[in-house]
């Protein structure tokens, strides 16, 4: 009993800690702009037509939430969403708590969900983590779980799979693994993956026959256009590859030297992390969030594994390959801690403060716009100030696949005139003068974008010069003067 509550104790100053770093620090770009999204869309406006996300809707829809939240007890919706993250790490970690039977390993997952995600706090990858969590520990083991249990996690899992397409391959390899452990086959044919599996499907049919502006409008953009923000090869490969030999050393020592140490949950949690180090080969970018998966997996197969070595350190092997489990936690927990630092801390967030003063000087409860590859450009900061934002996108993120590659004359970037244009070049032109003329805004900022995107290269992407080749642009854009540089960004006050 005094063991457990310890535990207990333990686990809330850890979710504690992780909790105080996200409310120093500013919600991340992406989550604040899908909380802007799922705002717009409680406020009813139309998803995919007057507000549009590169992301399947159901992220959206999870964000309504917290947006219930903040709006149920009249906080902010920065509050309303952490307070909601609260509650499902809270969740989560409730429904594994008997089912994890090695206090220390318990606590470095509460530690892995609470604080190991650091920039990826809240992300899409982050919830596939808490809600596939439940589930992922069920395989550990062959005890029979209730109903209820059963029902619950495989219903979790099935939302956090269908957040995204690529968590599909982590759960697949998932299913396999057990089953070659298992050796059983037909295994994987129960109530839980059938569950899973049903969830999945009846999501995509909602698409296909429900959300129909998504698949036929958004997605065809996606495909066509999205690899503009790939990263450098050389750079994906590089960090999964290093990613990767941390996450997997101490695996195969121990599996090479005496793998009937190794418990179904190592191999589970090992070859996850093998699957989630790929999906970041495949998605081709190194944002920061694609590294939680596997940071997550990789993190509890060494805390795993180091219990396992703990309980019989007298070969000297089990000394060598604990110690090494052991620095590789260090790693993780270093980096995890130092990062909530930055966060908490607000360091770097030099351009997020400065811009947050811009709105509150000149633009207070006054409509503002953006010029942008980077989604970062206004976002968190929007939130933290009374300027409103009524565009449809956050930023431009079919431009530089349009232009990939695109032709270049005395050193500039040749913009497609009227008439050379793509269809959807011509629907993004008229979807921003749409915008601007139905909410003429305050302040626009726009983004020096020269270093951004490698697609389009070393030529700066002239967002002035290429939306004025509309003369209604042209006309329009008189109004404004440049008031400042801040960071990347100049910005520009309409004239009165």
């Known amino acids: 009993m005094g063991r457990d509550f310890t535990t207990t104790l333990l686990g809330f100053l850890i979710i504690a800690l992780g909790f105080a770093v996200q409310l120093a620090g500013y919600v991340n770009l992406d989550n604040a702009w899908l909380l802007h999204v799922a705002e717009r869309v409680v406020g009813a406006e139309q998803l995919g037509r007057q507000v549009i996300e590169s992301n399947p ?53 509460v530690f892995a969900v609470s604080v190991l995600p650091a920039w990826a706090f809240g992300e899409r990858e982050h919830i596939f983590i808490l809600l596939i969590l439940p589930y992922f520990v069920s395989l550990w083991n062959d005890k029979k779980f209730p109903l209820w249990f059963i029902i619950i996690s495989a219903l979790m899992a099935g939302v956090g799979i269908a957040l995204k397409p690529f968590f599909l391959l982590i759960w697949a390899v998932l299913v396999l693994t057990k089953m070659v452990l298992d ?60 990613l990767a030999i941390l996450s997997q050393i101490a695996f195969w020592i121990v599996f090479i030297k005496d793998r009937k140490l ?34 997550f997996f990789g993190f509890v197969s060494n805390a795993l594994i180091t219990a396992v070595l703990f309980s019989d350190l007298k070969p000297l092997w089990n000394k060598v390959a604990s110690f090494i489990s052991s620095f590789i936690l260090m790693v ?54 009374n300027a409103k934002y009524h565009g449809r996108y956050g930023h431009f993120w079919s431009l530089p696949g349009m232009y990939s590659n695109g032709e270049v004359k005395d050193d500039e970037l040749v913009y497609h005139q009227p008439g050379q244009r793509l269809d959807d070049e011509t629907r993004l032109i ?35 010069k290429y939306f004025s080749i509309e003369p209604e642009f042209a006309e329009m854009w008189e109004n404004y003067e440049k008031i400042k540089t801040i960071g990347n960004y100049d910005i520009y006050k309409r004239q009165n």
């Open 262 to 295: 190794l418990t179904r949950a190592i191999y589970l949690a090992n070859f996850a992390n093998l699957a989630s180090v790929l999906l970041i080969i495949i998605q081709a970018k190194t944002w920061m969030n694609y590294f939680y998966p596997p940071n």
């Open 332 to 385: 993780f927990l270093t980096i995890a801690i130092s990062t909530n630092l930055k966060i908490g801390l607000r360091v770097n967030e030099d351009v997020t403060e400065d811009i947050i003063k811009v709105f509150n000087q000149y633009a207070d409860g006054k409509p503002v716009y953006i010029l942008t590859f980077d989604l970062g450009t206004i976002f968190p900061a929007i939130l933290y100030t």
């Open 183 to 242: 050796k059983r086959f037909w295994s994987f044919i129960n109530v839980q993956n059938i569950i899973i599996g049903l969830v999945v499907v009846a999501y995509v049919a909602y698409l296909f026959f429900i959300e129909k502006v998504y698949i036929n409008e958004i997605f065809p953009l996606l495909v066509k256009y999205y690899g503009g923000f790939n990263g450098n090869a050389k750079d994906v490969y590089s960090q999964s590859i290093q």
């Open 57 to 109: 809707p159901l992220i959206v829809y999870i964000m309504e939430i917290p947006v219930y939240i903040a709006q149920t007890l009249n906080i902010s919706l920065v509050h309303g969403f952490d307070l909601f993250m609260f509650l499902l790490i809270l969740a989560s970690l409730s429904l594994i708590k008997r089912h994890v039977n090695d206090r220390g390993v318990f606590l470095c997952i």
């Open 430 to 464: 008229a979807q921003v003068m749409g915008d601007i003329a139905n909410n003429p805004p305050e302040i626009i900022v726009v983004m020096d974008s020269s270093y951004y995107s490698r697609t389009i290269g070393d030529y700066k992407f002239d967002f002035v």
